[in-house]
């Protein structure tokens, strides 16, 4: 925090902290107000008389409503929201587990093997799809859920297995010897004791996979092909714009309610969430 | 019952010897510390105890029966670490109830034991707290509480009272004494603070490097220290060394170095017949110098020159130069001296240690 004069403090710190936030918040204000004007004022040329772009007197839902009456805007949103819990929490338990091998156990070649899946995450995306897409047409998974559920763990379990192996090295060690000595086996100690400590890190893994597979959109447009199948990143973008014509108010639409779930995830875990990427555990 | 009996241990890591043959029979009821600087092997023999590191080679029993190959939870032991390790996520009953819980015992005796560990220790205010609400004495009492109500059979605390302030260390001390003695179980306890180690155990075993030096009760380590290390490291100051040669005149021995010469007193001369011309390692403890006086005329004496004057209110410590070395001396507190005085020094005759100066093994 900045001490002395208050005008110290807004020029320094509020003044600086108004415009950042002002620039980040922009994108979400336009898309808020592209989404309830109604298409008159949409394409309204920027020479004419009454064109104001920040503001509208004549809010409309028609946009929203269009989005479900006319698209399958609510089947993309419940395709997302099962490929995004569902490869989540494939992804959580995997990860928690080889996190906490990774961390706890004394293997031969725990090192270089933790290494190797933090080096799996380094492997953009652009470029393995091609070889999952010969694997999900051989496994005949293509256009079915299944495609991506099981697709994207192979980015969520490296990421997720890398958050907790630091998370867990930061729980203390002596907590869990002090529970096998009090008559749990490691197991039992790992379920009653490590893991409820962790719980800070299993939140955070979990919300970012979640935020990382809901927003997934190379896999998702090469593994879905049919309307009803697509995510909602996948549907908006490729059935709102058709050809060089973008439905401007529609897409707007679709992009707002699809970050909604997403900004309530993460604002329900918020205290839990920076708890875990700061790492803390205190006891 | 609670008797461990440790027969050969060993322990390497890789290439590093890290503890060495290590020969002890604990006695029921005893309070036996282990005390030594960092890094000498006691925390990992405790550990071997405990179950939590596997051993090279020896065997560890417990009341006759071989442990080595047991888990940590088959051994009938409770353990207080540094950091308490008390369970977060829990509140301080549940702390001390989980051991009970996974060992299936009725909710009624796990209440009834908590409660009653709660009384012993006075933490029965806190039981609904979580160990984050709760001051360092407070933690220390609920991990100790933890331990005792399972009623195990042996104790083991590694070093349990070194994240405490001095105050609170020194109380909690003398309450560990008084629960040893209310509660009568066997206990192992890891220090590397000398003061713990003489006032806690009925024995202490010194080690260094992995290998005891010396186990015994805590006045015989000071009265006869096995060798140089034990010396130096039980009593606080430490004791005096200085390395003399031994030399014959007259029918009496001598000790003569740069800033030395005594006539060692008939007891010790009878102990160094056989190092004439030899240099031995002179012990004497701070507080087994005086200031000299008319009667002292017979005892070993030695001039010093006074560098500092440390005050201590119910003694004066006088760091000073003997010749070529460094000597530091208890004296009353009623004396008035100053810094650069020279000064005449007494030795206690009966009080004069010797030790090798190549083995370092008392003579």
Redesign the interface.
């Known amino acids: 925090m900045i001490e002395g004069a208050i005008w110290r403090k807004w020029v320094f710190f509020y003044a600086p902290m108004g415009l950042f936030l002002l620039f980040l918040l922009f994108p979400f204000y336009w898309m808020v107000i592209t989404s309830v004007r109604p298409d008159g004022e949409l394409y309204r040329p920027w020479n004419a008389i009454n064109y104001n772009p920040f503001w509208t007197w004549k809010p409309t839902l028609d946009h929203v409503r269009y989005l479900f009456e006319e698209t399958l805007f609510a089947s993309w949103l419940w395709n997302t929201m099962f490929i995004a819990l569902m490869s989540t929490a494939i992804s959580l338990v995997c990860g928690v587990f080889a996190g906490y091998a990774l961390s706890r156990l004394n293997f031969p070649f725990a090192g270089s093997l933790g290494t190797g899946i933090f080096i799996t995450y380094l492997v953009p995306q652009t470029l393995l799809f091609i070889p999952l897409a010969e694997i999900v047409r051989n496994y005949r998974l293509g256009d079915t859920p299944w495609s991506l559920i099981l697709t994207y763990p192979t980015f969520l379990i490296p990421f997720c297995t890398w958050l907790m192996m630091g998370y867990f090295k930061a729980v203390p060690k002596e907590l869990e010897e002090c529970a096998r000595i009090d008559g749990a086996s490691r197991w039992q100690a790992m379920l009653y004791i490590i893991i409820p400590v962790a719980i800070p890190g299993i939140l955070s893994a979990g919300i970012f996979a979640f935020t990382l597979s809901w927003n997934e959109f190379i896999y998702a447009l090469v593994f879905l092909s049919s309307p009803e199948q697509k995510t909602v990143p996948v549907g908006v973008t490729s059935e709102l714009i058709r050809g060089d014509v973008f439905f401007w108010g529609p897409l707007m639409a679709g992009a707002l309610l699809g970050s909604i779930p997403v900004a309530i995830a993460y604002s329900f875990f918020v205290e839990h969430y920076v708890a875990g990427l700061t790492g803390s555990v205190k006891g | 019952m609670g008797q461990v009996v440790l027969k050969g241990i060993n322990k390497f890591y890789d290439s590093v010897h890290a503890v060495v043959d290590v020969n002890l029979q604990i006695r029921d009821k005893e309070f036996v510390v282990f005390v030594g600087p960092s890094g000498c092997g006691k925390t990992t023999t405790l550990r071997m105890i405990?179950?939590?590191e596997a051993i090279s080679s020896g065997d560890i029993s417990i009341d006759g029966n071989v442990v080595n190959d047991l888990?940590?939870?088959d051994r009938d032991?409770?353990?207080v670490?540094?950091?308490?390790?008390?369970?977060?996520?829990m509140s301080v009953y549940d702390n001390m109830a989980?051991?009970l819980k996974?060992?299936k015992f009725e909710k009624a005796e796990i209440d009834k034991r908590v409660r009653e560990a709660a009384d012993i220790l006075g933490i029965g205010d806190y039981l609904k707290r979580k160990?984050?609400q709760l001051s360092g004495g407070q933690r220390q009492r609920v991990a100790l509480g933890?331990a005792i109500v399972?009623h195990p059979r042996v104790f083991l605390f590694d070093e349990p009272l070194s994240n405490l302030d001095a105050k609170l260390r020194v109380q909690m001390r003398v309450e560990l004494k008084k629960l040893h003695l209310r509660l009568g179980t066997t206990a192992i306890y890891v220090t590397h603070d000398q003061v713990e180690a003489m006032t806690l155990g009925d024995r202490v075993v010194v080690m260094k490097d992995g290998l005891v030096q010396q186990v015994g009760e805590p006045l015989e380590l000071y009265n006869q220290p096995a060798n140089k290390f034990v010396a130096g490291f039980i009593g606080s100051p430490a004791m005096n060394f200085a390395n003399v040669t031994v030399t014959e005149a007259n029918g009496s021995l001598l000790a003569e170095n740069s800033g030395l010469r005594i006539k060692l007193p008939d007891e010790t001369a009878q102990r160094l017949r056989g190092h004439v011309g030899r240099e031995v390692t002179l012990g004497v403890r701070p507080e087994d110098l005086t200031v000299a006086g008319a009667a002292d005329a017979d005892r070993p004496c030695f001039d010093a020159v006074i560098e500092v004057v440390e005050q201590l209110g119910s003694e004066i410590l006088l760091d000073m130069k003997v010749g070529d070395g460094v000597m530091v001396a208890s004296i009353e507190p009623t004396v008035r001296v100053k810094v650069r005085d020279k000064l005449r020094l007494a030795m206690r005759p009966s009080r004069l240690h010797v030790f090798d100066a190549k083995t370092e093994t008392a003579i």
């Open positions: 405990a179950g939590l888990a940590p939870m032991i409770a353990m670490f540094q950091n308490y390790a008390l369970y977060p996520h989980f051991g996974m060992r160990p984050r933890r399972r």
